[in-house]
């Protein structure tokens, strides 16, 4: 698997419902977390597979110097070990999915 962002092209607000079983079925643990505007991730890695479903608020996500803003129902896949960083961009809190793999 390499990074990459699946941009959201649905015409109805994303479901957190439908997307965790959409994310377990694919082999994921999932679980939803929340981060207030302004908050600031360093650059980190994880040791497993993880992606990140956005259900409402704005998340900017910075991996390989490049940057990509995430918005309610848009997603990202990064593999194992890839450097990222990532702070809420919106005015209101983020909330997204959280999925994780080995």
Not at 59 to 77: K, P
Not at 88 to 97: D, F, K, Q, T
């Amino acid at each position: 698997m390499s990074f990459h962002v699946k941009r959201w092209n649905e015409t109805n607000a994303p479901n957190a419902k439908e997307l965790r079983a959409c994310m377990e079925t694919e082999g994921y643990s999932v679980f939803q977390w929340s981060d207030s505007a302004g908050m600031i991730y360093g650059t980190h890695n994880h040791a497993e597979d993880q992606s990140h479903w956005i259900l409402s608020g704005s998340l900017e996500l910075t991996v390989d110097n490049e940057s990509y803003v995430l918005n309610a129902g848009d997603r990202d896949f990064l593999p194992a070990y890839t450097n990222h960083s990532a702070r809420v961009v919106s005015r209101e809190p983020v909330v997204y999915l959280i999925g994780a793999k080995r």
